[in-house]
């Protein structure tokens, strides 16, 4: 029962628990009803051009950074601690993922319930898109609350076995990882520029049905959760 320490220990820092995450939803929601009562103000054409155009808003990743962080943390700065008082890898690895798990059901239900709110009230009297919007569904909320967890739960483990490959393998990780990135980057923009059809098959993929991307980000989540369950168990204390 030695995981429950685990769990009490990602509770001792608040903010870090339960502190930023509400906090940076709540500066992006006051920016997106500001940016709302302002072209609210601009006639029916204004609103009408930023209730669809906000099906794109990305304000509600702003959760996304707190959540990344708190897998960075887990493994930075709760494992050696953790092993430092006595409890095992598998111990640990069971506490965290308890408590990613915890967050992602927590916030994509809080997501959810935002939704139904802001499609019930027409955007909160403003017509605007917070919780409604591409990045975690705006088809019904049963796909919201599947999408949010699927994404939030993805984050956290990414952040993670980020970190817990930087602890195995040290900086030199973060520069191959840099390289790589930067060199999809390039083929990628290469391949639009130079190869005709690239840019419309690039589309269509991106443009792919909802269970296609649910695959894709569940794929993100369990690759990150198989290098962070591997190398957990192998990974020095720094």
């Given at each position: 029962?030695?995981?429950?320490?685990?769990?009490?220990?990602?509770?001792?820092?608040?903010?870090?628990a339960v502190?930023?995450?509400?906090?940076?939803?709540?500066?992006?929601?006051?920016?997106?009803?500001?940016?709302?009562?302002?072209?609210?103000?601009?006639?029916?054409?204004?609103?009408?051009?930023?209730?669809?155009?906000?099906?794109?808003?990305?304000?509600?990743?702003?959760?996304?950074?707190?959540?990344?962080?708190?897998?960075?943390?887990?493994?930075?700065?709760?494992?050696?601690?953790?092993l430092g008082?006595?409890?095992?890898?598998?111990?640990?690895?069971?506490?965290?993922?308890?408590?990613?798990?915890?967050?992602?059901?927590?916030?994509?239900?809080?997501?959810?319930?935002?939704?139904?709110?802001?499609?019930?009230?027409?955007?909160?009297?403003?017509?605007?898109?917070?919780?409604?919007?591409?990045?975690?569904?705006?088809?019904?909320?049963?796909?919201?609350?599947?999408?949010?967890?699927?994404?939030?739960?993805?984050?956290?483990?990414?952040?993670a076995a980020?970190?817990?490959?930087?602890?195995?393998?040290?900086?030199?990780?973060?520069?191959?990882?840099?390289?790589?990135?930067?060199?999809?980057?390039?083929?990628?923009?290469?391949?639009?520029?130079?190869?005709?059809?690239?840019?419309?098959?690039?589309?269509?993929?991106?443009?792919?049905?909802?269970?296609?991307?649910?695959?894709?980000?569940?794929?993100?989540?369990?690759?990150?959760?198989?290098?962070?369950?591997?190398?957990?168990?192998?990974?020095?204390?720094?």
């Amino acid at each position: 029962m030695r995981y429950r320490s685990v769990i009490d220990m990602h509770f001792v820092n608040r903010m870090q628990a339960v502190g930023w995450q509400p906090i940076a939803l709540a500066i992006a929601f006051a920016v997106v009803l500001a940016i709302g009562a302002i072209l609210g103000a601009q006639g029916p054409e204004a609103v009408a051009g930023m209730h669809e155009g906000m099906r794109f808003n990305g304000a509600i990743f702003a959760i996304l950074g707190p959540m990344i962080g708190y897998g960075f943390t887990s493994m930075g700065q709760y494992f050696p601690l953790a092993l430092g008082l006595g409890v095992t890898r598998r111990e640990f690895a069971t506490g965290v993922s308890l408590v990613f798990l915890g967050n992602a059901v927590v916030y994509s239900v809080l997501i959810t319930i935002g939704k139904i709110i802001e499609v019930a009230t027409d955007g909160f009297g403003l017509h605007i898109r917070f919780f409604d919007v591409l990045y975690v569904g705006t088809g019904p909320a049963w796909q919201t609350l599947i999408q949010s967890f699927l994404v939030l739960l993805a984050t956290m483990l990414l952040g993670a076995a980020i970190t817990t490959v930087f602890l195995r393998f040290g900086q030199g990780f973060l520069w191959t990882a840099g390289a790589v990135l930067a060199l999809l980057v390039v083929a990628l923009l290469a391949g639009i520029v130079f190869l005709d059809g690239f840019g419309r098959a690039l589309l269509d993929l991106l443009t792919m049905g909802w269970w296609s991307w649910m695959g894709v980000i569940a794929a993100i989540g369990l690759a990150s959760a198989a290098v962070w369950l591997l190398l957990v168990r192998r990974t020095q204390v720094r």
